[in-house]
C-alpha cells in the first residue's frame, strides 16, 4: 500500500481567494465562565481588528508523516487551505514560525532556521516558557479534557494501521515517530518566515518583531498544539493575544472511547474546552473569506445561523441549543450581526456553501451584496428555519432602507408563508397546543399532546400562505382569535421551511419547544 505523505488533494469548501487587508477582522469565540453560575460557561463572540505587523502565526507539529494513518490523511487534507492561510498572513505582514517539533537538524542550513537562532535574546522570558505546559492552571486541571485520549487517540483500524507500520519500515522511518520535517505542502519563505521548536527562540522572535497577537495552527489540538512550549497555554499563560485557528487543527481521538462520539464531534469537544479555559478560537475563512474548513469525512452538514436581534438573547440561546441537540449532525457556523453596524453581517459569505440557514434576525436593512447572498441561498432551493422576529427579519414597516442597502418587505409571506402583523401584550401568559393538522407530523415527534405554556407574546400571524401546514396554535389568555406558532412552508424554489414564533428564552427552558426545533433541523434536511 502506497499513501502519499501530505499530498492528498483537498476539496476546499467556499474557498474564495481575497487580497490582503491593512489589518485581520476577527470574531473570537469563547467561553468565559458565568459569575451568576460558577461552572458554566456561556457562549460568546467579540470583534476584534489586529495589525497584522504585531501578528504571528505558528504552525505546530505539520509533520510529513504520523504514525497513525488516519491523523497523516486529515493532516493532508488541511495543507492547501493551511499554506493559503499562511501566504495571505505572511503577505498582510504577519511573522511565520514553522514548528515542526523533532525536525530541527533537516533545516540546519535554512536561512528561516537561521533567523530563529539570530533573534536576539529576550530580556522578559516568562518562567518554564522552554516547558511543556500540562495545564494552564488548577482551573483547566480539575475540569480535566472531555474526551479520553489514555490510549493515544489513534482511530486507525488495526489492519490498515499494521500496513501503514509497515510501510513506513520500508520507507526507513520509525513506525513510532516518523516525522523528519515538516510536510513539503506547506511553503516555508526563506526571507520571511522563521523555524524553532524552542520554546526560548519562539519567545525571542515574538519580541523583535513586537508580536502581541499569535495565531495557533497545526497539530494535535488536546496535545501538542496546548502543550508545546510555543503552544497555547504558554502563550496565553504569557500574556500574548493567542487564538486557535479551529479549523486549521485535529485531534488525537479514538471514538472507542469515551464520550464515544466520532472522531470530529470529540475535536469539537476539544475546541470547546481550550474556549473555557485556554483562549478565544477563529476560522480561516476569517482570513481567505467562503467557508470554514472541514474534513471530507466528516459528513455533517452545514448549518449558519444568522443572528441579529436583542429582544431575546437569541445570540446566546440558539448556539448553545445547537451545540446541545445538533452537533452531531450539523457543523454550526453562527454569522452575528456587526455591533458596530447592526445591518452588517460580517462571514455572511459562509452561507454560499452552506445547506440550511437559520434566521434570528429583527429589522435590519442588510448591505444590498449581503441580502442577496440570503436570496440566492433561498433561490437554489435550500432550506429555512425562521425562528419569532425572523417574520420581519428584513422589514421596516414599509419605510425606505438607507443608501446602498435592501429590505425585503415579502420575505415573511413568500418564504416564511406568515403574516406578522403586531403582538398581543407582553403581559398576557401565552399557551401553545399540537393543531389537528400536524398530529401525526414528524416535527412534533415527542411533543405532548397537552397545552404547555410558552415565554413572550403571541404574534398575530393570520391569515397564512395557502400551502402552510401548521402544526401549533397559541393563544394568549382567553383572548380571540388563536393563532397558529408553528407551520411549515415551501417556496416556489422548493426550499423547504419551518417557522415558529416561538423562541423567547424561556421557551429554550421547554422540553416541547425544543424537541420541535431539534426535529424541525432534521426534516427540513428531509432527513
Known amino acids: 500500500m502506497t499513501i502519499p505523505f501530505w499530498r492528498l488533494s483537498i476539496c476546499l469548501l467556499g474557498f474564495l481567494p481575497v487580497l490582503p487587508s491593512m489589518a485581520f477582522d476577527l470574531t473570537l469565540r469563547h467561553r468565559p465562565e458565568s459569575e451568576e453560575a460558577p461552572g458554566k460557561h456561556a457562549l460568546e463572540f467579540k470583534r476584534e481588528r489586529w495589525d497584522p505587523s504585531e501578528t504571528a502565526v505558528i504552525v505546530c507539529d505539520m509533520w510529513d508523516a504520523h504514525h497513525c494513518l488516519n491523523a497523516t490523511l486529515r493532516g493532508g487534507e488541511m495543507v492547501s487551505r493551511m499554506d493559503a492561510v499562511l501566504a495571505h498572513a505572511r503577505d498582510a505582514g504577519a511573522l511565520i514560525i514553522h514548528a515542526p517539533s523533532s525536525c530541527l537538524d533537516f533545516y540546519k542550513d535554512h536561512p528561516a532556521r537561521a533567523r530563529a537562532l539570530a533573534a536576539p535574546a529576550a530580556k522578559n522570558h516568562p518562567e518554564g516558557i522552554e516547558q511543556w505546559l500540562h495545564w494552564i492552571d488548577e482551573h483547566e486541571e480539575r475540569a480535566q479534557y472531555p474526551i479520553d485520549h489514555s490510549d493515544g487517540g489513534e482511530d486507525d483500524e488495526a489492519e490498515a494501521h499494521a500496513a ?27 526571507d520571511k518566515d522563521a523555524i524553532t ?100 469525512k466528516d459528513t455533517r452538514k452545514d448549518l449558519v445561523m444568522l443572528i441579529g436581534e436583542k429582544e431575546y438573547l437569541t445570540k446566546d440561546t440558539l448556539p448553545a441549543f445547537a451545540e446541545k441537540r445538533l452537533a452531531d449532525a450539523f457543523r454550526v457556523h453562527v454569522v452575528h450581526a456587526d455591533p458596530e453596524d447592526k445591518n452588517a453581517f460580517p462571514g455572511i459569505d459562509a452561507l454560499e456553501s452552506a445547506d440550511v440557514l437559520c434566521l434570528s434576525v429583527r429589522r435590519r436593512t442588510l448591505p444590498e451584496g449581503q441580502l442577496q447572498v440570503v436570496r440566492d441561498f433561498i433561490a437554489a432551493g435550500k432550506p429555512v428555519i425562521g425562528v419569532r422576529t425572523a417574520s420581519h427579519a428584513f422589514s421596516l414597516r414599509g419605510g425606505p432602507p438607507p443608501a446602498g442597502h435592501a429590505t425585503w418587505e415579502r420575505f415573511d409571506g413568500a418564504i416564511l408563508g406568515g403574516n406578522y402583523h403586531g403582538h398581543h401584550g407582553n403581559k398576557i401568559p401565552t399557551y401553545a397546543w399540537v393543531a389537528d393538522s400536524g398530529r401525526e407530523h414528524p416535527i412534533l415527534k415527542g411533543v405532548t399532546r397537552n397545552e404547555f405554556p410558552t415565554g413572550g407574546s403571541l404574534y398575530q400571524v393570520l391569515p397564512l400562505a395557502r400551502n402552510t401546514q401548521v402544526l401549533l396554535m397559541g393563544r394568549a389568555g382567553d383572548v380571540e382569535p388563536h393563532e397558529p406558532v408553528a407551520w411549515t412552508h415551501q417556496t416556489q424554489s422548493g426550499s423547504r421551511v419551518f417557522y415558529t414564533s416561538l423562541g423567547h428564552v424561556k421557551d429554550f427552558e421547554n422540553g416541547n419547544f425544543v424537541r420541535m426545533l431539534t426535529n424541525a433541523f432534521h426534516w427540513v434536511m428531509a432527513e
Request: proline content about 7%.
Open 164 to 190: 501503514w507500520a509497515s510501510e513506513l519500515e520500508e520507507r526507513g522511518r520509525n513506525p513510532k515517530a516518523p516525522w523528519i520535517r515538516q510536510t513539503e505542502g506547506l511553503t516555508i519563505d526563506p
Open 197 to 296: 521548536d524552542d520554546g526560548k527562540e519562539n519567545w525571542n522572535l515574538l519580541e523583535q518583531h513586537g508580536v502581541k497577537n499569535v495565531i495557533l495552527v497545526g497539530v494535535h489540538t488536546n496535545m501538542c498544539v496546548l502543550g508545546r512550549p510555543f503552544g497555547l497555554r504558554q502563550m496565553a499563560r504569557s500574556g500574548k493575544n493567542v487564538v486557535l485557528m479551529r479549523d486549521m487543527t485535529d485531534t488525537m481521538y479514538n471514538p472507542k472511547m469515551p464520550p464515544y462520539v466520532t472522531h470530529f464531534r470529540g475535536t469539537d469537544l476539544v475546541v470547546e474546552h481550550v474556549e473555557k479555559y485556554v483562549c478565544p478560537t477563529i476560522t480561516s475563512d476569517q482570513l481567505l473569506g467562503g467557508a470554514p474548513f472541514h474534513f471530507s
